[in-house]
């Protein structure tokens, strides 16, 4: 009698340690099998995009290969359900763009301000986010080139905010292609015309 009780006790005691082992095992595989999101060719166009970029603060640190998830990438969201890129939002200065009319008092505090914008040219690759609904490239620097005439071919935008980024030239008549878009920000285009023209 005493032995069948401990025996039993003991089989119910592995029995737990078994239950305890398998919740452990099945929580930490479900970790691990974490599904991405993210679509492998939106990923490959954000990081060409990233590439024609200038980015002294780096704040696409996080746009990197192997960070395979590019909907937790830094200023990125994407479709719950379908994964797909739908918001690219990369103002400068965090999106407290300062008013031109602000001086700065040294010139260190002039370049550190204008590190805090991205320049460089806007890759075409922009075009492979196919369900791209929101683009914020506000308070950049693009030095006077010209807005780029394929976003008029970003079909699905909503929001396109290019404001205080310092475009230059004409604004391209692609733009009224948008034909889903609510807001359109092109304020504060660079004082002078560029000679620049961007191939797009
Ligand atoms: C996306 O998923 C999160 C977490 O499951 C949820 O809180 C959020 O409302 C969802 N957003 C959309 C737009 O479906
Ligand atoms: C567009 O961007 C500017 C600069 O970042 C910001 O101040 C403004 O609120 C934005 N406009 C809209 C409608 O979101
Ligand atoms: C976009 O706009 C341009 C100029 O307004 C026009 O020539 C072109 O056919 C349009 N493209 C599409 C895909 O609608
Ligand atoms: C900008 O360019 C346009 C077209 O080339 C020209 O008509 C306009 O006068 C220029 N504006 C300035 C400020 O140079």
């Not at 746009?63 to 400068?92: F, M, Q």
Request: with cysteine; proline share 3%.
């Amino acid at each position: 009698m005493t032995t069948r009780l401990s025996f039993s006790s003991f089989s119910s005691c592995h029995l737990c340690l078994l239950v305890v082992l398998a919740l452990f095992r099945s929580c930490s595989s479900k970790q691990n099998s974490e599904p991405v999101l993210c679509i492998d060719a939106e990923r490959q166009a954000l990081l060409r995009f990233k590439h024609g970029l200038t980015d002294e603060t780096h704040r696409l640190a996080s746009w990197v290969a192997e960070n395979k998830d590019c909907c937790n990438w830094y200023g990125i969201t994407c479709d719950n359900s379908t994964g797909h890129v739908h918001r690219v939002h990369l103002p400068g200065h965090g999106g407290h763009c300062p008013a031109y009319s602000v001086s700065y008092f040294t010139e260190k505090e002039y370049t550190d301000a204008s590190k805090q914008r991205l320049k460089g040219d806007i890759s075409r690759s922009l075009l492979d986010l196919k369900q791209l609904k929101h683009l914020d490239l506000s308070c950049n620097d693009f030095r006077g080139i010209q807005v780029p005439k394929f976003i008029g071919s970003l079909q699905n935008l909503k929001y396109l905010n290019l404001s205080n980024s310092k475009f230059g030239g004409t604004i391209p008549p692609q733009l009224g292609n948008l034909s889903n878009l609510n807001v359109l920000c092109l304020g504060s285009f660079h004082e002078f015309n560029s000679t620049r023209n961007q191939q797009a």
